[in-house]
């Protein structure tokens, strides 16, 4: 059994913004969000429910909800795969683009409803050890809550470390879930007993996608790929240039063996380089 990678833009929407499976979006934001009583979701709308995307079309993976609880607030989930620099002023854009947007001409400031902004990066962007962070805004003396209407929560996939026999929440197995799938090959133990993960795992069984969402799903990973093999080769090129400088910087006092040892450059091409700055 083969499942697929989460975080792929694909089988991220496939499984979260699941039309016929809800339950499956109500639990995850319930566990990232600690809704309990009251505060818990019990019914979500999507604005962009999940449809297989058209190749030329591709975006970030992006998550538009209306949630119904007893404040029947907005949530916005993306799952950001890769470090453009820009991830913090990416979420406050679209967190304050759902706020302004609730208000029709006429209607009331009054009405406008708390905007959640849930960040799922496939990358580290703070300085602290937890794999996820609730951000507010604060009254820098008191440090009280009193603009109560945006609130952020991010979660960093690569300091999350936990093992299968460490995932005692429901957070932490959904987080676990998204990072791990992809290497697992049947459904743990620890989620058979639980509705919502047993039908993301089946979801997430790429023998039972369409040939047109495989084609997607690949064209998605390939393009990672692609992109990781850039970062490789600038880095290379990188490492190699330094390599270069340092050999000759070496070349009045040291000889072309010694030179090698250091460096790690082929005799032959500091000799090479030797002759090159003699002419």
């Given at each position: 059994?083969?499942?697929?990678?989460?975080?792929?833009?694909?089988?991220?929407?496939?499984?979260?913004?699941?039309?016929?499976?809800?339950?499956?979006?109500?639990?995850?934001?319930?566990?990232?969000?600690?809704?309990?009583?009251?505060?818990?979701?019990?019914?979500?709308?999507?604005?962009?429910?999940?449809?297989?995307?058209?190749?030329?079309?591709?975006?970030?993976?992006?998550?538009?909800?209306?949630?119904?609880?007893?404040?029947?607030?907005?949530?916005?989930?993306?799952?950001?795969?890769?470090?453009?620099?820009?991830?913090?002023?990416?979420?406050?854009?679209?967190?304050?683009?759902?706020?302004?947007?609730?208000?029709?001409?006429?209607?009331?400031?009054?009405?406008?409803?708390?905007?959640?902004?849930?960040?799922?990066?496939?990358?580290?962007?703070?300085?602290?050890?937890?794999?996820?962070?609730?951000?507010?805004?604060?009254?820098?003396?008191?440090?009280?809550?009193?603009?109560?209407?945006?609130?952020?929560?991010?979660?960093?996939?690569?300091?999350?470390?936990?093992?299968l026999h460490e995932?005692?929440?429901?957070?932490?197995?959904?987080?676990?879930?998204?990072?791990?799938?992809?290497?697992?090959?049947?459904?743990?133990?620890?989620?058979?007993s639980i509705k919502?993960?047993?039908?993301?795992?089946?979801?997430?069984?790429?023998?039972?996608?369409?040939?047109?969402?495989?084609?997607?799903?690949?064209?998605?990973?390939?393009?990672?790929?692609?992109?990781?093999n850039e970062i490789?080769?600038?880095?290379?090129?990188?490492?190699?240039?330094?390599?270069?400088?340092?050999?000759?910087?070496?070349?009045?006092?040291?000889?072309?063996?010694?030179?090698?040892?250091?460096?790690?450059?082929?005799?032959?091409?500091?000799?090479?380089?030797?002759?090159?700055?003699?002419?």
């Amino acid at each position: 059994m083969k499942f697929a990678d989460i975080t792929n833009d694909v089988a991220f929407k496939k499984i979260f913004a699941n039309e016929a499976k809800k339950d499956i979006l109500i639990s995850f934001l319930n566990a990232v969000l600690d809704f309990k009583d009251e505060m818990q979701i019990i019914h979500v709308e999507l604005a962009n429910p999940y449809q297989v995307p058209k190749i030329e079309e591709l975006k970030e993976t992006i998550l538009d909800i209306k949630a119904t609880n007893q404040r029947k607030e907005h949530f916005i989930v993306e799952m950001q795969k890769n470090d453009k620099g820009d991830f913090a002023k990416r979420s406050l854009y679209y967190t304050s683009k759902a706020y302004v947007s609730q208000l029709e001409s006429g209607d009331k400031y009054w009405t406008l409803k708390k905007v959640y902004f849930i960040g799922i990066l496939n990358f580290t962007m703070f300085e602290t050890n937890s794999y996820i962070t609730r951000h507010l805004i604060l009254n820098k003396e008191t440090l009280k809550q009193e603009i109560q209407d945006f609130e952020f929560t991010f979660i960093e996939l690569p300091k999350f470390k936990k093992e299968l026999h460490e995932l005692f929440s429901i957070l932490d197995k959904w987080i676990y879930f998204i990072k791990n799938a992809k290497n697992l090959t049947l459904i743990p133990s620890e989620y058979e007993s639980i509705k919502e993960f047993k039908e993301a795992f089946e979801i997430a069984t790429q023998y039972t996608w369409d040939k047109k969402e495989m084609e997607i799903y690949d064209y998605v990973d390939l393009r990672e790929q692609d992109r990781l093999n850039e970062i490789y080769t600038a880095e290379k090129k990188g490492i190699e240039k330094t390599k270069i400088e340092i050999a000759k910087n070496l070349l009045d006092i040291l000889d072309n063996k010694t030179i090698s040892l250091k460096t790690g450059l082929d005799e032959d091409f500091i000799e090479s380089l030797r002759k090159k700055l003699q002419n």
